[in-house]
């Protein structure tokens, strides 16, 4: 939160061309270059709004919704010269303190003060330049606010209690020594904001501008984050309505281009929708025997039918001197090392083939091409975001693949996804399984039974599509008796999502959503147990208590702002362990 004034004036520099905030700073004072020189029309708006997203997607920003939303849960493990990288060994390794790096979170405020900033200034604008429509200054506010409220939720869900405020810091001499907001708080704020500027943001991006789709806010990823939220303060119902609008936005989206011919037909999509349950997910058939699409269309080409917002990067960013997916490259694995910095666990690597299935479904056997979209077994490396391409093919009951070449790390072009629809599809899901009742009486496996059925179309559809296998039959696909009470359906929902989405940076934050729930740590302390390279004995006594499942502040913010309180979990945080917590 320190000293944030100077990050919009280095934006600022950057989107008007000044080799450096020195030559800037030395025209004229501080003050006189925002209100006099900057803020006069609407490609300043433009230029600053780009800095925003530029922000999120720096390596800095992305490492942290990696290590924050995998590092301590059970998919990763130490990777390749983890021992050159002592705080993310840390993290690994469930030693961290209050000294580690990841703990910073100056990347994040950073945007919020300049989403705050162009909030401020944009009706200054408005009021100067009439190229700058009101309309245009409303969808302006609605996507900063959208940006700010997604840095907050990433912040609530790391650390819990976080500083929160709305004002703009534009002046070094502004006291920023918050005091930490607690977190139904911040997160009732937060889907407030996004309720009043819903309405206002941009729905649909024309068709000259593809990529902005979903490489900017939009009406559906406030929707996306509003189910999501609405998840995560347990109003099932609103969480459930954002959902379908969301899915319903999407299935528009897919008859449109439909009817326009933009859509492949590759892969037998005619028979797509009653293998999708009539949702419109990506195929995954390139041809009867191989598949793969849909890793190629989603983590790959990027911008496709089933993304919602992602982080979007240049095709060629090497050669076009732009900014890299590097975080990806260095923590999940590059072209020249069959490891990044993190590993699959041997919990994830080596489920199917010890035939343990305590991640993949048994049914499926090895036919769920995610076993080898999420992970290269062959060489004990993350796959997803990291291989140009994944091809897989049948070979007898499993699946064979063949992985491409990967990215260089100065040369990843993979857009980093925030919300693509088969996660609000199972977000949709676990809302559904939480209204259910546990109970045998008859009145109630009545009320369950059509609430049983969405929830399994749901989790079904998406099982379905990662299967590669042609033609489907019933002995390939999960059955609804298997799943029909509410502990069933609840362990299916959070095991589907672990497959789908893993190495999204979801997992550890699904787990911390899981405790919250049921106010305790059981379903953590179980995903612990399957974490390598870990003194078990110690994690488990220290996830007793729920203060351990977020993050200590960095010990640097605590000594600038006063007001912050340690997480008790961490002692003082001056200690470089964490074990003298009482």
Same mark, same amino acid.
């Given at each position: 939160?320190?000293?944030?004034?100077?990050?919009?004036?280095?934006?600022?520099?950057?989107?008007?061309?000044?080799?450096?905030?020195?030559?800037?700073?030395?025209?004229?004072?501080?003050?006189?270059?925002?209100?006099? %020189?900057?803020?006069?029309?609407?490609? *300043?708006?433009?230029?600053?709004?780009?800095?925003?997203?530029?922000?999120?997607?720096? @390596?800095?920003?992305? /490492?942290?919704?990696?290590?924050?939303?995998?590092?301590?849960?059970?998919?990763?493990?130490?990777?390749?010269?983890?021992?050159?990288?002592? *705080?993310?060994?840390?993290?690994?390794?469930?030693?961290?303190?209050?000294?580690?790096?990841?703990?910073?979170?100056?990347?994040?405020?950073?945007?919020?003060?300049?989403?705050?900033?162009?909030?401020?200034?944009?009706?200054?604008?408005?009021?100067?330049?009439?190229?700058?429509?009101?309309?245009?200054?409303?969808?302006?506010?609605?996507?900063?606010?959208?940006?700010? @409220?997604?840095?907050?939720?990433?912040?609530?869900?790391?650390?819990?209690?976080?500083?929160?405020?709305?004002?703009?810091?534009?002046?070094?001499?502004?006291?920023?020594?918050?005091?930490?907001?607690?977190?139904?708080?911040?997160?009732?704020?937060?889907?407030? %904001?996004?309720?009043?500027?819903?309405?206002?943001?941009?729905?649909?991006?024309?068709?000259?501008?593809?990529?902005?789709?979903?490489?900017?806010?939009?009406?559906?990823?406030?929707?996306?984050?509003?189910?999501?939220?609405?998840?995560?303060?347990?109003?099932?119902?609103?969480?459930?309505?954002?959902?379908?609008?969301?899915? +319903?936005?999407?299935?528009?989206?897919?008859?449109?281009?439909?009817?326009?011919?933009?859509?492949?037909?590759?892969?037998?999509?005619?028979?797509?929708?009653?293998?999708?349950?009539?949702?419109?997910?990506?195929?995954?058939?390139? /041809?009867?025997?191989?598949?793969?699409?849909?890793?190629?269309?989603?983590?790959?080409?990027?911008?496709?039918?089933?993304?919602?917002?992602?982080?979007?990067?240049? *095709?060629?960013?090497?050669?076009?001197?732009?900014?890299?997916?590097?975080?990806?490259?260095?923590?999940?694995?590059? @072209?020249?090392?069959?490891?990044?910095?993190?590993?699959?666990?041997?919990?994830?690597?080596?489920?199917?083939?010890?035939? &343990?299935?305590?991640?993949?479904?048994?049914?499926?056997?090895?036919?769920?091409?995610?076993?080898?979209?999420?992970? &290269?077994?062959?060489? +004990?490396?993350?796959?997803?975001?990291?291989?140009?391409?994944? +091809?897989?093919?049948? /070979?007898?009951?499993?699946?064979?693949?063949?992985?491409?070449?990967?990215?260089?790390?100065?040369?990843?072009?993979?857009?980093?996804?925030?919300?693509?629809? @088969?996660?609000?599809?199972?977000?949709?899901?676990?809302?559904?399984?939480?209204?259910?009742?546990?109970?045998?009486?008859?009145?109630?496996?009545?009320?369950?039974?059509?609430?049983?059925?969405?929830?399994?179309?749901?989790?079904?559809?998406?099982?379905?599509?990662?299967?590669?296998?042609?033609?489907?039959?019933?002995?390939?696909?999960?059955?609804?008796?298997?799943?029909?009470?509410?502990?069933?359906?609840?362990?299916?929902?959070?095991?589907?999502?672990?497959?789908?989405?893993?190495?999204?940076?979801?997992?550890?934050?699904?787990?911390?959503?899981?405790?919250?729930?049921?106010?305790?740590?059981?379903?953590?302390?179980?995903?612990?147990?399957?974490?390598?390279?870990?003194?078990?004995?110690?994690?488990? &006594?220290?996830?007793?208590?729920? *203060?351990?499942?977020?993050?200590?502040?960095?010990?640097?913010?605590?000594?600038?702002?006063?007001?912050?309180?340690?997480?008790?979990?961490?002692?003082?945080?001056?200690?470089?362990?964490?074990?003298?917590?009482?």
């Amino acid at each position: 939160m320190k000293r944030i004034y100077s990050y919009i004036i280095c934006a600022i520099c950057a989107v008007c061309g000044l080799s450096s905030c020195g030559d800037f700073l030395e025209i004229k004072s501080q003050d006189r270059i925002i209100l006099e %020189d900057f803020w006069k029309d609407k490609e *300043d708006i433009d230029n600053t709004v780009a800095g925003c997203y530029l922000a999120l997607q720096s @390596s800095d920003a992305i /490492s942290r919704m990696i290590v924050w939303g995998e590092g301590r849960s059970d998919e990763v493990a130490p990777g390749t010269n983890i021992n050159q990288r002592a *705080d993310l060994e840390e993290v690994l390794q469930e030693t961290i303190t209050a000294m580690n790096s990841y703990a910073n979170w100056e990347v994040f405020y950073k945007v919020i003060n300049r989403c705050n900033t162009v909030m401020l200034y944009a009706p200054t604008v408005a009021a100067e330049d009439p190229g700058y429509t009101q309309s245009e200054l409303r969808a302006t506010i609605a996507e900063m606010t959208a940006l700010r @409220s997604l840095c907050y939720f990433y912040l609530i869900r790391t650390f819990r209690d976080v500083p929160f405020t709305r004002q703009a810091f534009t002046d070094d001499d502004q006291r920023m020594d918050l005091p930490a907001t607690p977190f139904y708080d911040v997160l009732d704020s937060l889907i407030y %904001d996004l309720e009043s500027v819903k309405n206002d943001a941009v729905r649909r991006y024309p068709d000259t501008k593809p990529l902005y789709q979903t490489g900017r806010i939009t009406q559906d990823a406030i929707y996306a984050m509003l189910c999501e939220m609405y998840l995560w303060k347990k109003d099932y119902q609103k969480c459930i309505s954002y959902a379908d609008l969301v899915i +319903e936005s999407k299935k528009l989206q897919l008859q449109e281009k439909r009817s326009l011919g933009r859509v492949s037909t590759n892969g037998g999509l005619s028979s797509n929708d009653e293998r999708y349950n009539g949702f419109p997910l990506v195929s995954n058939i390139r /041809s009867t025997t191989a598949y793969g699409t849909a890793y190629q269309s989603i983590f790959v080409d990027g911008n496709s039918q089933e993304t919602i917002f992602e982080l979007a990067f240049d *095709d060629s960013p090497k050669s076009n001197n732009m900014p890299s997916n590097s975080a990806v490259g260095e923590l999940y694995g590059n @072209s020249g090392v069959d490891q990044g910095f993190m590993a699959p666990s041997s919990y994830v690597l080596n489920d199917v083939a010890n035939d &343990n299935y305590a991640v993949y479904d048994k049914k499926t056997k090895k036919i769920d091409g995610r076993i080898y979209m999420n992970c &290269n077994a062959e060489r +004990e490396a993350i796959s997803k975001f990291v291989h140009r391409d994944v +091809e897989i093919t049948l /070979s007898g009951s499993e699946g064979k693949p063949s992985y491409y070449s990967k990215f260089d790390t100065d040369n990843n072009p993979v857009n980093w996804i925030i919300y693509r629809l @088969s996660d609000i599809m199972l977000l949709k899901a676990e809302a559904l399984a939480e209204t259910l009742v546990e109970s045998d009486d008859s009145t109630m496996i009545s009320h369950n039974a059509p609430i049983l059925q969405q929830a399994f179309n749901l989790v079904s559809a998406i099982s379905k599509r990662s299967i590669c296998k042609y033609n489907l039959e019933a002995a390939d696909t999960l059955d609804l008796k298997d799943y029909n009470t509410k502990s069933l359906m609840r362990e299916l929902v959070m095991k589907e999502r672990q497959r789908e989405l893993m190495f999204e940076g979801k997992r550890w934050y699904d787990l911390v959503r899981y405790s919250l729930r049921d106010n305790n740590t059981v379903e953590l302390s179980q995903a612990i147990q399957h974490r390598d390279g870990i003194n078990m004995q110690y994690a488990q &006594n220290f996830f007793r208590k729920m *203060d351990a499942i977020f993050w200590p502040y960095s010990n640097d913010e605590v000594k600038v702002n006063t007001n912050l309180k340690q997480n008790p979990s961490y002692g003082s945080g001056e200690n470089n362990s964490y074990q003298t917590t009482k």
